[in-house]
């Protein structure tokens, strides 16, 4: 059995003290991303509009309020 030691951290990253996760659109406005990654969906399954949902009734609920 071979063994393979962990590979080093990168230098330039030692630094870093911690990560801050934005999980629900606090630090970062994510929702146009959000809306345009549903779009892109909604056209890749052969739909060519939003499918009748209106986002803006959405903000800040789970993707699976969305779809339900």
């Known amino acids: ?10 230098p330039s990253l030692r630094h870093i003290e911690g990560i801050i996760f934005d999980m629900d659109g606090v630090i ?13 969906i909604f ?11 209106q986002f803006e009734n959405y903000l800040g609920k789970s993707d699976r309020a969305v779809w339900d």
């Open 43 to 53: 056209h890749e399954i052969g739909y060519a509009d939003n499918h009748g949902i």
């Open 1 to 10: 059995m071979t063994s393979v030691a962990p590979a080093l951290p990168d």
């Open 28 to 40: 970062v406005d994510s929702e146009p991303r959000h809306q345009q990654a549903f779009m892109d």
